[in-house]
């Protein structure tokens, strides 16, 4: 009799805890449902994958293409800096000049200073990297930190698809097929190791808060206002890609999606926002509510 009351209790145990995991992959269903709708209504080639940061859970979606960076392969750059400046190899404050054979298109602000006076740091020429995608002061950085550097650390992360293989503007090396790529798989692990701590170690909130300086982006546009995005946004003509980490409260969480063969650019920024939009709402009600979804706010409290 006691053996039967202990197997019965361990049946409700169990069928309590299924209930609630029931519900969370039913709010999974829906997102995967939504991009779905998303690709179908795409001309042109999506990949996402996205990761739960909190319990490990991901939902991809031909993860493993290889898909054209553009700007948001500035990630790796930003990681190779932060890891070399940890190694004592070169630090953020350490100073440039600008040089007038730096410039080259689409270096909005670096075009605008003076040429053998204006001195900036390292840390200027990735706030300028990251906030306005600054292709001279990446190519500086490029320089600096040595994009063989770059290519090893991603080999010691066991990322073979991910690679800078041109600098910014570079139409020869891209008429050559030196193309910056990644996969979304690849750009997924990339954030959460560096979000982990396994690339950085002291400097790892500092590179997040750069990547996170105020931009424009797809992945935040759907997003309330103030809320902490930490992301590189990419566009070339019949692509569009972003990838970062957002840090929701409680529920923190990797997004990368990607596009390319795009008919129309703009398609390809509204599929990321609008997959960006269904991540948010289903995370933010995972991180409010509980385990039976309620939400328990101090002037609902019936």
């Not at 490990?56 to 070399?84: C, M, N, W």
């Not at 050559?176 to 982990?196: A, D, H, K, Q």
Request: proline share 3%; with cysteine.
């Amino acid at each position: 009799m006691i053996r039967k009351i202990a197997s019965a209790c361990l049946f409700l145990a169990a069928s309590a805890q299924a209930a609630p995991q029931q519900k969370v992959d039913l709010l999974w269903d829906h997102f995967a449902s939504e991009v779905a709708d998303v690709e179908k209504g795409l001309d042109g080639v999506i990949g996402v994958a996205m990761l739960d940061l909190a319990s490990g859970r991901t939902f991809l979606l031909h993860p493993d293409e290889v898909f054209p960076q553009a700007s948001s392969i500035k990630i790796t750059v930003l990681a190779e800096l932060y890891r070399q400046s940890e190694q004592g190899r070169l630090r953020l404050a350490d100073p440039y000049v600008v040089q007038a054979s730096d410039i080259v298109q689409d270096s909005d602000i670096m075009g605008g200073l003076t040429p053998g006076v204006t001195t900036l740091t390292n840390r200027d020429l990735a706030t300028m990297m990251v906030a306005v995608s600054d292709n001279a002061a990446t190519n500086v950085l490029i320089d600096k930190v040595g994009m063989d550097n770059v290519k090893a650390m991603l080999d010691g992360q066991g990322l073979r698809e991910t690679r800078l293989r041109r600098k910014m503007m570079d139409l020869k090396a891209a008429g050559e097929g030196r193309e910056n790529v990644s996969t979304p798989r690849e750009m997924m692990t990339l954030l959460e190791r560096l979000y982990r701590g396994k690339i950085l170690g002291a400097s790892k909130d500092d590179f997040f808060t750069m990547l996170a300086t105020h931009k424009t982006s797809w992945i935040a546009r759907p997003l309330p206002e103030g809320s902490k995005v930490a992301d590189k946004p990419g566009e070339l003509e019949g692509v569009r890609a972003d990838s970062g980490v957002v840090f929701l409260e409680n529920r923190p969480y990797v997004i990368c999606v990607m596009t390319t063969y795009l008919v129309r650019e703009r398609d390809g920024e509204e599929a990321i926002a609008r997959i960006s939009g269904a991540a948010w709402r289903l995370f933010d009600r995972l991180a409010r509510g509980s385990d039976y979804g309620r939400v328990i706010s101090v002037s609902n409290g019936h």
